[in-house]
């Protein structure tokens, strides 16, 4: 089909960029990450400047997060906090088709100062307080950019145009569900399945890290095997029912 020539093509332009670097596939890059282990050398991994998080969780950079969590969890403040914290270090994408960009940034506003989001979102603040919004902002404002994509392959365009300009650091979606995958399917799970096979390719190709949202329901927490009685903060491995085994780790907010 026509998507799978354009997926195709982008593998290939991944390809060939990798090969200018000097990163080609074969005997060279197995001994090369042999070396790198036998040697105890540390896989890189992405700091999300949120210490109760990196002590659980390494991300490392052909990884797949999602961060489920039923509505109003706090999911997307969380996947703000990480982006604005990296962006600190380099580019980030960030893909909303939750929120408007105004939305986004008020949050990221409230989150990095702690001034309450109905007062930033109402215009309420006082001179200073727009000063200190205004200052957190454009520290952040080069890294940080926020698109709309609708389909993967419209987020992997993006996200390697960014990677081979002034480099890509992590990639957010908010949420998962909202996207639209690019074959046809009815069946919503294969659905969600395929897309997130997607964005493993695409953390995969790029050497970028992507930090999905999903959201869940009390059922899936169930089918999930968690109870009420869940941690706060908890690991599921078997996430069947959403179609993401062996593509993610899913980390679940309660």
């Given at each position: ?120 979102a109402n215009r309420t603040l006082m001179p ?127």
């Amino acid at each position: 089909s026509a998507i799978d020539l354009v997926q195709t093509a982008w593998r290939g332009i991944s390809r060939l960029t990798d090969m200018a670097a000097g990163r080609t596939a074969g005997s060279g890059s197995i001994m090369a990450a042999a070396g790198r282990i036998l040697t105890n050398e540390k896989p890189k991994c992405l700091k999300t400047g949120l210490k109760f998080l990196d002590h659980y969780i390494q991300i490392r950079r052909t990884n797949q997060i999602v961060i489920g969590a039923t509505p109003g969890a706090g999911k997307t403040s969380l996947m703000l906090a990480i982006a604005c914290n990296v962006s600190l270090v380099g580019p980030v994408l960030i893909n909303s088709l939750e929120m408007s960009e105004d939305e986004l940034i008020e949050n990221m506003m409230s989150i990095l100062t702690n001034i309450p989001i109905d007062r930033i979102a109402n215009r309420t603040l006082m001179p200073q307080e727009w000063a200190t919004c205004r200052e957190v902002m454009m520290i952040r404002e080069k890294n940080l950019r926020i698109v709309h994509c609708t389909t993967v392959s419209e987020l992997q365009a993006e996200a390697m145009a960014m990677k081979n300009g002034d480099g890509l650091e992590l990639v957010c979606i908010d949420y998962l569900q909202l996207m639209r995958p690019d074959g046809k399917t009815e069946n919503r799970v294969e659905q969600v399945g395929q897309m997130s096979r997607g964005l493993k390719i695409l953390a995969r190709e790029l050497q970028v890290p992507v930090i999905a949202l999903s959201q869940l329901n009390h059922l899936d927490m169930v089918l999930c095997g968690l109870g009420d009685n869940t941690v706060k903060l908890g690991l599921v491995l078997r996430p069947v029912n959403l179609g993401l085994h062996r593509v993610a780790e899913i980390l679940v907010l309660r």
